[in-house]
């Protein structure tokens, strides 16, 4: 049994934990909710021995205590699984596993015993299939998560903390990982994770905590429990709507047109966005949507075929000549690609317009205008509704939903006709999420065309007016809001009759989201 | 050109560090009292300018310890000393800002310095103009191949520092240049009070460079460039080009540098640039520039160039030795990064 009595911690001038009691029961798994800051994190990493608490106490088995740091609590059998994968990517998975404390031989490393056990290990998940003798930077995101829970599991722990397992997955490579959860609470394991997925919460855990701004709101029995209320408990306040209701209808005049437009990976495509319209590219990772997304945003070249925007055919040789033309591109990963992670909320709002041809910011001489700037900013940080709404702050310091909001504030103050968004609700908590649909469905109402790629089929039958298809590096099909349902593009993202297995399946189409990656890194 | 380099105060140009500088000021808390306030102001002063605050805790230490250390003389001394450094920083800190590294200064200045010195038979502005003309040639090459190859800016430049220092030898065959127009030697030694023309051209180009850095678009795309090589492109920025730019910067500092130098030592070595290799890098450092870009003032990393200085003067008057000094220097460096890491952490 772990737990903690009237925990507190206290980080410079914020309270993250005001006197929380848990109680994790053995042989459960151990859902803590919340949104983005409500302190799920820091009570795993208090338990887990990461974070010392200001006030209060762990409790081990009924006894107070204190860990030294991770490698402590993993001494006393307490394991932690990080949400940040602290993988070494060019080491292979066997190297991984046992790193620090491998299966010596004469004070040697003795590879045959290490593969042997790490093995072991995989098929106490039951997930045999994993190939660890790769690098683990060649392996999927998913196959890393379970690398990662083998190497907590080789320090043999009775109790296993995971901090948000399935961030970074798709809704389907999640599954897996669910299933291997569940298991090893059968086995006798005691669980604790944490998750802003509501649908896991449900599906895997026993007993629930939630909290909110340090505060515990609800604890008890997972089937004591529905969504609503859940929701209630981990916002404040009964989430009405999570997506918005449009107030225009898309027009007739055509923002973009792909015909028959093609890059590597990618069969021809043809494809229309309005003005006013939100389409919605649905499809797994590697299905080719991110590619469609990143050709019309200027990261990838059109190699056959035609690229219109407006009225006229353009080559878009980079992202600043999209940005001339009138599409603006924000990327999937904010942290690596989006964010200007220890310049101010200012400067990272204000970058893409002052980077503009004749920039309302930018003098003749190429002085930056700091007033006009500043000016600028603050309406865009309202509007945006960043928090705090500090401008002056370091945009890393932010959560994710407000980095997000950040990145999409850019595109307020250089406002484009097009904005091309590739998953951009990954990570990020359900009140955030609600403002951004809000401000896509503004967007699209005030008569922008927008596109949204996103690997979760839920948000884009929430959001889109239409979506298209891709499996396959090509379009499957393409449907108008109510034609069709949550199954039936489950069904056609996956494939009828696909493997339901994936995380021993590579991604189809030469695993496309890396290439893209590498693709354009010059 | 800029409009009124006066307008650049020490006190703006603090402020214009900070706020789209990045995380170097915290927010002042919604809760706390007198009490966290005042720690706060304090904490803002020392973020600002930690450099500021060791150099005048040396200075007062070297006034106490050695008689001589504030006469007129000897603070000409430490100007002198410090303006090839200064002149270099000032370029070395546009490239770090796009956590770059320009490790081909030193022989820059070597080449440009003997280069400059055998054409100035042929009349001083001669000399100057293709001194200068050679650094922003290096600095271009530097730029185009950090911008448009794959080959890391630390072997490029690397590589450019060779390929100088080998030019400087050649052009010389590895003889020293001693004959120089009086004029030009004269401006090495002459002064405005207590100020060398040396430590003035520093200190103009420090304002233009500083203002450049602080207040122009290029000056932030420098920053935005070195925080996040892939936002900036998403953004718009002309990234390539920004690039090439700041490595001319570099290298038309490390020329001016040469011919300063020329005119200081009255004499051209090909040798010369040795001793400036990675100075320019540590003033940054010290200044409390980051080595991975997106931070960092050009009057920061002058003012780190002048802490170098006053600390091998001073412990020069107290009878330190010169290998001694050297072993300091390094210290010194190494604590710095250590301090800034921790305000760093401060601050988050």
Same mark, same amino acid.
């Given at each position: ?8 911690v206290?980080?410079?001038t ?6 929380v ?10 859902a803590?909710?919340g949104?983005?800051g ?9 338990l ?10 762990v ?8 860990f ?7 001494r ?6 990080f ?6 990517g ?12 491998e ?6 490393l ?20 994993i190939?660890?003798?790769r ?5 999927t ?27 970074s997955?798709?809704s ?26 509501l ?7 026993d ?7 340090g ?5 008890g ?10 929701l ?6 009964p ?5 918005p ?5 898309p027009?007739a005049?055509?923002a ?6 093609r890059?590597?990976g990618?069969?021809?495509v ?7 319209e ?13 590619l469609v ?9 059109v190699?056959?075929?035609?690229l219109?925007?407006?009225?006229r ?11 001339r ?7 999937e ?6 964010l ?18 004749h920039?309302?910011?930018v ?11 500043r000016?600028?900013?603050?309406a865009?940080?309202q ?6 709404p ?20 850019r595109?307020f ?9 590739n ?11 609600a ?17 949204v ?17 891709f ?41 496309d ?7 354009h890194?010059? | 050109m ?38 706060n102001a ?14 005048i805790?040396?200075?007062?230490f ?6 001589p ?28 800002g ?5 490790l081909?200064?030193?022989?820059v ?8 010195a ?15 003309a ?28 060779s ?13 020293g240049?001693?004959?120089l127009?009086?004029?030009? $030697?004269n401006? %090495? @030694? /002459?002064?405005? =009070? !207590?100020?060398? *023309? ?8 420090? &304002? ?27 953004s ?7 690039i ?17 130098l ?16 990675l ?31 006053? $600390?091998?003067? %001073? @412990? /020069?008057?107290? =009878? !330190?030795?010169? *290998? ?6 390094g210290?010194? &460096?190494i ?9 760093k952490?401060?601050?988050?």
């Amino acid at each position: 049994m772990i737990g903690a009595r009237d925990l507190s911690v206290r980080f410079d001038t914020v309270l993250a934990l005001d006197g929380v009691e848990i109680e994790i029961a053995p042989g459960t798994i151990h859902a803590l909710a919340g949104q983005n800051g409500s302190g799920k994190s820091t009570l795993l990493k208090v338990l887990g021995g990461v974070q010392r608490p200001t006030a209060g106490e762990v409790v081990l088995d009924g006894e107070p205590i204190s860990f030294g740091g991770p490698a402590d609590a993993a001494r006393r059998g307490v394991g932690m699984v990080f949400q940040e994968l602290s993988l070494f990517g060019h080491l292979s998975g066997y190297a991984n596993i046992f790193i620090g404390h491998e299966p010596r031989r004469f004070g040697l490393l003795n590879r045959r015993e290490l593969q042997a056990r790490s093995r072991a290990l995989l098929s106490e998940l039951g997930m045999p299939d994993i190939d660890l003798a790769r690098a683990v930077s060649e392996l999927t995101v998913a196959e890393q998560q379970v690398v990662e829970i083998v190497k907590c599991l080789s320090h043999s722990p009775r109790i296993i903390l995971f901090d948000e397992p399935t961030a970074s997955l798709t809704s389907r490579e999640a599954v897996p990982l669910l299933t291997a959860m569940r298991r090893l609470r059968d086995q006798g394991y005691t669980i604790a994770f944490v998750s802003h997925r509501l649908e896991e919460v449900f599906d895997v855990a026993d007993r629930v905590t939630v909290l909110r701004d340090g505060q515990l709101t609800w604890d008890g029995a997972t089937r004591d429990l529905d969504q609503p209320s859940l929701l209630e408990a981990m916002l404040g306040r009964p989430l009405d709507e999570l997506y918005p209701t449009r107030r225009a209808q898309p027009q007739a005049e055509v923002a973009v047109r792909l015909e028959q437009a093609r890059c590597d990976g990618l069969a021809p495509v043809d494809l229309e966005i309005r003005a006013g319209e939100i389409v919605g590219l649905a499809g797994a990772v590697g299905s080719g949507s991110s590619l469609v997304a990143e050709m019309i945003g200027g990261l990838r070249r059109v190699k056959e075929g035609r690229l219109i925007v407006g009225d006229r055919e353009r080559k878009l040789r980079n992202p600043a000549a999209a940005l001339r033309a009138g599409i603006a591109y924000m990327p999937e990963d904010r942290r690596t690609d989006g964010l200007f992670q220890q310049l101010s909320i200012a400067t990272n709002m204000s970058m893409p317009l002052m980077a503009a041809d004749h920039s309302p910011l930018v003098a003749r001489s190429g002085f930056v205008r700091r007033r006009a700037e500043r000016d600028v900013v603050l309406a865009g940080v309202q509007q945006a509704g960043v928090r705090p709404p500090d401008p002056f702050r370091a945009a890393g310091l932010l959560s994710g939903g407000n980095q997000q909001k950040v990145v999409l504030g850019r595109w307020f103050l250089r406002d484009l006709p097009c904005l091309i968004m590739n998953n951009p609700t990954v990570g990020i908590d359900v009140g955030s999420k609600a403002e951004i649909y809000r401000q896509i469905a503004e967007l699209a109402d005030s008569g922008h065309a927008v596109i949204v790629v996103s690997s979760y089929n839920d948000e884009l039958l929430g959001i889109a007016d239409r979506i298209a298809v891709f499996r396959e590096g090509a379009i499957v099909g393409s449907y108008r809001r109510g034609e069709v349902g949550e199954r039936e593009l489950a069904l056609l993202t996956l494939g009828a009759g696909d493997d339901p297995a994936p995380t021993t399946a590579r991604p189809t189409g030469g695993s496309d989201a890396q290439d893209a990656r590498i693709g354009h890194t010059g | 050109m800029p409009k009124t380099p006066a307008s650049a105060t020490p006190d703006e140009m603090s402020s214009a560090q900070g706020s789209p500088g990045g995380a170097t000021e915290s927010p002042v808390p919604a809760a706390g009292g007198a009490m966290s306030l005042r720690r706060n102001a304090l904490r803002r002063l020392i973020n600002s300018s930690l450099v500021a605050v060791a150099l005048i805790v040396l200075i007062v230490f070297f006034a106490i310890t050695s008689g001589p250390f504030l006469t007129s003389d000897n603070i000409q001394t430490i100007f002198d000393s410090v303006a090839v450094i200064a002149v270099l920083s000032i370029g070395q800190q546009f490239v770090i800002g796009t956590a770059g590294i320009d490790l081909s200064q030193g022989s820059v200045v070597a080449l440009t310095g003997v280069i400059g010195a055998q054409l100035m038979a042929h009349g001083i502005v001669a000399g100057i103009v293709v001194a200068v003309a050679l650094g922003l040639g290096v600095g271009l090459l530097n730029g185009l191949l950090t911008a448009f190859t794959r080959v890391p800016a630390f072997i490029v430049t690397l590589g450019t520092l060779s390929i100088c220092s080998g030019g400087a030898l050649l052009a010389t065959n590895g003889v020293g240049i001693y004959t120089l127009p009086q004029a030009f $030697l004269n401006f %090495g @030694t /002459e002064s405005a =009070g !207590v100020f060398p *023309y040396l430590i003035i051209v520093a200190i103009v180009l420090g &304002v233009l460079g500083q203002i450049l850095l602080a207040r122009t678009r290029f000056g932030r795309s420098v920053f935005a460039i070195g925080s996040n090589h892939r936002a900036a492109l998403l953004s718009g920025l002309p990234v390539r080009r920004h690039i090439v730019l700041v490595y001319v910067i570099s290298g038309f500092t490390g020329a001016v540098g040469g011919l300063l130098l020329t005119s200081y030592v009255a004499s051209a070595l090909p040798t010369a640039g040795s001793d400036y290799n990675l100075d320019s890098i540590a003033a940054v450092v010290i200044g409390g520039g980051s080595l991975f870009g997106g931070e960092g003032a050009v009057w920061t990393a002058m003012l780190g160039a002048l802490l170098m200085s006053v $600390l091998s003067n %001073g @412990t /020069e008057l107290l =009878g !330190v030795s010169t *290998y001694a000094q050297t072993l300091i220097l390094g210290v010194v &460096v190494i604590a710095a990064v250590y301090i800034d890491s921790f305000r760093k952490k401060v601050a988050m």
